[in-house]
């Protein structure tokens, strides 16, 4: 099992701040010089002016009484649409605000991929089996291309001269199936697949039309 992750004890991303430019940044903390009751002269939460740190620290406390518990309470609060919602705008305000810390930490992860990739055979494996429909799509289309195979003019099922003809393949495996339009595409993909259904919904027609 993961190790749980203990809660941030200070936080300090906001400057400077008077609660009237917080609130109308649509900010939810506030810098105050005005120490708590315990002496902490950091930030204020716009809604009720209470102080910051004292809540980290509560946060702290809980953490350190019960990780694992903790843990999981922030699982299931990170899964909740409210807390959703809120990762996304506090993920986005922190990359407007860190655009630099962005590109770098990707670059971070991709050197990190590459080298468990070849370190760690688990972690390999469990990507490979993660992504091999992806996986099987790409080596697919890239042997097309080699072999020079260029889209038909027409699409396999209907004939229909398609501005698109696409690159059908397997959901399943990921296999190349053949060079479809659009709409059968679509079609195969909404009777999910099953020739049995396709057939039913044959028949339905048929039965409807001669009655
Ligand atoms: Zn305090
Ligand atoms: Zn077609």
């Not at 091999?132 to 195979?149: C, H, I, M, Q, Y």
Request: proline letters at 5%; charged letters at 35%.
């Amino acid at each position: 099992m993961a190790k749980p992750i203990p809660p941030q004890t200070a936080l300090d991303f906001l400057g400077a701040l008077s609660k009237e430019d917080a609130i109308a940044a649509g900010k939810k903390r506030y810098r105050s010089g005005e120490p708590c009751k315990f002496g902490h002269a950091g930030e204020r939460w716009v809604s009720d002016d209470a102080c910051v740190e004292c809540h980290l620290l509560h946060r702290k406390e809980r953490y350190q009484r019960d990780p694992t518990g903790f843990a999981t309470n922030s699982r299931k609060w990170r899964k909740s649409e409210k807390g959703k919602a809120y990762s996304l705008a506090y993920n986005r305000e922190w990359a407007a605000a860190n655009p630099k810390n962005i590109i770098v930490n990707r670059e971070r992860a991709k050197e990190r991929h590459k080298r468990r990739m070849q370190e760690d055979p688990v972690y390999a494996e469990k990507y490979r089996a993660a992504n091999l429909v992806k996986n099987t799509r790409a080596k697919e289309r890239r042997d097309l291309k080699r072999a020079g195979e260029l889209p038909p003019e027409r699409c396999e099922i209907c004939g229909k001269r398609a501005e698109e003809i696409c690159f059908d393949h397997c959901h399943q495996t990921g296999k190349f199936r053949g060079w479809l339009c659009h709409t059968c595409n679509r079609l195969l993909g909404l009777a999910g697949d099953s020739p049995e259904v396709l057939r039913r919904l044959a028949e339905y027609l048929e039965r409807h039309a001669t009655s």
